[in-house]
């Protein structure tokens, strides 16, 4: 695979000179640039991003290791039945969560022509259940790792018909709710399967450029497809319409995204110097269970309220919410800490690499969700999400279903053979008496 979906790869290649740029970036005062609030992010802090080194290693050396010689090929079809549960579930889900838009086609009808804009707090959440809809992105690893990289096992119609709907829900939510990451989970399973595929494609000379420059290439599209969704979010507002132009406006923005965020986690290092051992980051999923399962922990750490949304708005601007992973690790649990964090993070992203090449179940299903906390880590800590958590235990539920259905598969084809033995008995013939005396 090229080296771009390697997870050292990625952090050697990409995401350290990356860090240098958006620096850069921000500091040029240029005029799209919104950031706002008290600067914190220096050369000191830059040269903090060497704990991507600390994650790249580790990452390298997973990548490296065999776990066991020997490899049995998987039974696509157990997959593929088991991933059809999770999707069932993930459809349910959205059905739930928009359900005041889904069935009342007259609000169905203004929110897709525009002329009904409801904000988050109109649509509603419900707790414990419009969480599943994160489920899908353990449907697209598997849906794309079958479509691209084993084209030779057909896949079921079935499952194109789950993603055409999943697909569509996905995009709905991306516009209604102004959520581009979740775009963002769709779409990296397929760059990973895609990555495979591209690897095997080396006489074409666009193919040849997919590989060498990876994410590089890929940046003109990421600003088209950020440009195109800031119109709809930041652009119309009387705030920036008309005051610049458009596409200084977009690099700009998307600049400022990734600067602010850096800054956040600077500026929270400053203000809050020691470790909190709270998980305001890491463990924000446990914090924030429905129910009120996550309530004994919060009470156990000592955590009441966001430190974060405190530092923005007595530092910063809230509009750029977003605290880096980089530096909200080294709030949670210190440098040393840090430094442990994302030595084992980069040593499971680097097995999960290596189990997702051996074309392994769980590779397939652990690889992307490593991939994006990687490709995100200078927004935010994308493992400690609700989100995350509800993807890996749509990753458990697979699991356990495959190995359910191969129990089944297998039962059902011993008692075939078994039947077939039986009704195969031969017949032994006795001579008729007198005969032979």
Request: charged share 15%.
């Amino acid at each position: 695979m090229p080296w771009w979906c390697s997870p050292a790869g990625l952090a050697f290649g990409f995401l350290l000179p990356v860090m240098g740029v958006i620096y850069l970036g921000g500091e040029s005062g240029a005029s799209g640039l919104t950031i706002r609030g008290v600067r914190y992010l220096n050369e000191h802090f830059l040269l903090l991003g060497a704990l991507l080194i600390s994650l790249a290693l580790p990452a390298w050396l997973g990548a490296q290791i065999q776990l066991s010689r020997t490899r049995q090929e998987p039974n696509y079809a157990d997959w593929d039945v088991a991933v059809q549960f999770v999707a069932g579930i993930a459809v349910f889900a959205y059905l739930i969560w928009f359900k005041d838009i889904f069935f009342s086609p007259a609000t169905l009808f203004g929110v897709l022509t525009g002329s009904v804009k409801l904000s988050r707090s109109e649509i509603g959440l419900t707790p414990g259940l419009t969480s599943l809809a994160n489920m899908a992105p353990a449907f697209y690893s598997i849906y794309a790792y079958r479509l691209l990289k084993n084209a030779s096992y057909r896949v079921p119609r079935a499952l194109h018909i789950w993603f055409g709907v999943l697909l569509s829900l996905t995009l709905f939510r991306v516009y209604v709710w102004s959520e581009r990451l979740a775009l963002i989970e769709l779409l990296i399973p397929f760059g990973l399967a895609m990555g495979w595929w591209v690897a095997n494609r080396r006489s074409a000379r666009f193919w040849s450029i997919v590989r060498v420059f990876g994410p590089f290439a890929a940046l003109p599209f990421i600003i088209l497809f950020f440009g195109a969704s800031e119109y709809f979010r930041s652009w119309t507002s009387d705030t920036y319409r008309g005051k610049m132009d458009f596409w200084d406006f977009v690099i700009g923005r998307l600049a400022s995204y990734y600067y602010t965020a850096l800054n956040n986690g600077a500026g929270m290092v400053v203000i809050l110097p020691n470790a909190t051992f709270e998980f305001e980051f890491l463990l924000e999923w446990l914090h924030k269970a429905p129910f009120g399962l996550g309530k004994p922990f919060s009470e156990y750490v000592g955590w009441q309220e966001s430190r974060f949304f405190w530092y923005l708005y007595s530092y910063q601007d809230p509009e750029f919410n977003s605290p880096s992973a980089i530096y909200a690790v080294l709030n949670d649990m210190g440098l040393y800490g840090g430094i442990g964090y994302f030595m084992l993070e980069g040593l499971i992203a680097g097995l999960a690499f290596r189990a997702y090449r051996r074309g392994g179940l769980a590779g397939v299903l652990i690889f992307p969700l490593f991939f994006i906390s990687l490709a995100e880590i200078y927004r935010y800590t994308y493992l400690g999400q609700p989100r995350a958590f509800t993807w890996v235990l749509a990753m458990i539920l697979v699991a356990v279903l495959v190995v359910m259905v191969s129990t089944v598969r297998k039962a059902r084809a011993a008692g075939r053979v078994t039947s077939s033995q039986r009704g195969w008995a031969p017949t032994v013939l006795t001579a008729p008496s007198g005969l032979g005396d």
